[in-house]
T-cell receptor, first 115, second 115 residues
Framework: NAGVTQTPKFRVLKTGQSMTLLCAQDMNHEYMYWYRQDPGMGLRLIHYSVGEGTTAKGEVPDGYNVSRLKKQNFLLGLESAAPSQTSVYFC??????????????FGEGSRLTVL | AQSVTQPDIHITVSEGASLELRCNYSYGATPYLFWYVQSPGQGLQLLLKYFSGDTLVQGIKGFEAEFKRSQSSFNLRKPSVHWSDAAEYFCAVAPWNTGFQKLVFGTGTRLLVSP
């Protein structure tokens, strides 16, 4: 059972480079989320999607773009990476609309270092 | 805006001893409340959740949590800790009748288990 799969698991970038993180889920979930996790700050929502073709901003969207062209995939892009974007990124998905009806399923994370 | 406080950054417990991890939230009404666990190098996994009803909720892996409205707390407990419980634990809250896009995480408590 794959669940939520993130690629790549690790990446080192130089300042100004671009990259895309891929999140794929095989549970036919409508809702998908990208978080970043920084020491002492818990998880913060970057962007999310409530269905194929939709995206919306979360708490910390600046410097990131996302796309949801297929229901099972949610891409997170960094157009011009900055050292402040060094973090661990988590993708999550859920089937239900309400937080009381669904459960968030998380990927294993992608560790990004920007030099 | 709602907020979540986990006052303990690290806790060390002897194997077999009881555990209580603290979580306090700030919100005008009873929110949805969650506890997640993150093992090293892994994504987050839901331990338990509270929406309404019985204020003592049971979760996976022998964990339970008690919602106390008067104290705005949702503390996590386990009667006897196992070495495999060593992980980071996150409390999270979402406003009533909203989706996971409104979920706010605490900063986490790292549990160390000594022999």
């Amino acid at each position: 059972n794959a669940g939520v799969t993130q690629t790549p698991k690790f990446r080192v970038l130089k300042t100004g480079q671009s990259m895309t993180l891929l999140c794929a889920q095989d549970m036919n979930h409508e809702y998908m989320y990208w978080y970043r996790q920084d020491p002492g700050m818990g998880l913060r929502l970057i962007h999310y999607s409530v269905g194929e073709g939709t995206t919306a901003k979360g708490e910390v969207p600046d410097g990131y773009n996302v796309s949801r062209l297929k229901k099972q995939n949610f891409l997170l892009g960094l157009e011009s990476a900055a050292p402040s974007q060094t973090s661990v990124y988590f993708c999550a998905s859920t089937k239900g609309q309400g937080a009381n009806t669904g459960e968030l399923f998380f990927g294993e994370g992608s560790r990004l270092t920007v030099l | 805006a709602q907020s979540v406080t986990q006052p303990d950054i690290h806790i060390t417990v002897s194997e077999g001893a009881s555990l209580e991890l603290r979580c306090n939230y700030s919100y005008g009404a009873t929110p949805y409340l969650f506890w997640y666990v993150q093992s090293p190098g892994q994504g987050l996994q839901l331990l338990l959740k509270y929406f309404s009803g019985d204020t003592l909720v049971q979760g996976i892996k022998g964990f339970e949590a008690e919602f106390k409205r008067s104290q705005s707390s949702f503390n996590l407990r386990k009667p006897s800790v196992h070495w495999s419980d060593a992980a980071e634990y996150f409390c999270a809250v979402a406003p009533w009748n909203t989706g996971f896009q409104k979920l706010v995480f605490g900063t986490g408590t790292r549990l160390l288990v000594s022999p």
